[in-house]
């Protein structure tokens, strides 16, 4: 049983699964860059996850191997968590990741099957370029959420952040050495 209990009625699952079923139209850069929209709704909105629960969802599924989608598992298996069973936490997981995966995947496949068809069009072209930039920001949303919600320890996490973004934009060092070095400075209690 979870620590942090919440009711939800079938209206709040509905409610949750178009939801995400909305946010997966909208991440365009992935899962990741529609959190900030997930933190909202499921944190401040409706408080049916903590805010430590939304950090260590993301966290682990980014620690994980595979998909980083998979943090919208863990959140809804989260969320099924707080309701009370582990089959509302099975639950979750379905209709989260349906709710993400499902039409971005539809949507994507068709568009870049046209796209592909279309690619010596200048509006294509253009499209393509165009989307860096707003890709970029809504990571970038991400990374202020995680990093602003770091309370004391917010400065040191600001400048870890800044400084493995310096590594790896400077040096040919693996992702993954940094994020085991993170890994043991959080183990120690450093950030």
């Not at 068709?110 to 165009?130: D, M, P, Y």
């Not at 991400?142 to 400065?155: K, Y």
Request: aromatic residues 10%.
């Amino acid at each position: 049983m979870s620590p942090h209990q919440i009711v939800l009625s079938l209206q709040d699952w509905l409610s949750l699964f178009g939801h995400f079923l909305g946010l997966s139209l909208m991440s365009l850069g992935g899962a990741m860059s529609t959190s900030a929209e997930m933190h909202r709704y499921l944190v401040e909105q409706h408080g049916w996850l903590t805010q430590t629960q939304f950090n260590e969802a993301i966290a682990l599924a980014q620690a994980a191997p595979g998909p980083n989608v998979l943090f919208v598992a863990l959140m809804g298996w989260q969320v099924g968590l707080n309701a009370g069973s582990t089959v509302a936490a099975v639950c979750g997981v379905f209709i989260c990741l349906v709710g993400i995966l499902f039409p971005s995947t539809i949507f994507t496949y068709q568009v870049a099957q046209w796209g592909h068809r279309n690619r010596q069009l200048r509006g294509v072209r253009a499209f393509k370029q165009g989307m860096a930039p707003l890709v970029i920001g809504m990571l970038l949303s991400t990374a202020w959420l995680l990093a602003s919600s770091g309370g004391a320890a917010g400065p040191k996490l600001w400048l870890l952040s800044i400084a493995s973004a310096v590594v790896i934009w400077r040096t040919r060092i693996h992702l993954l050495w940094l994020l085991g070095a993170g890994a043991v400075l959080g183990g120690f209690g450093l950030v």
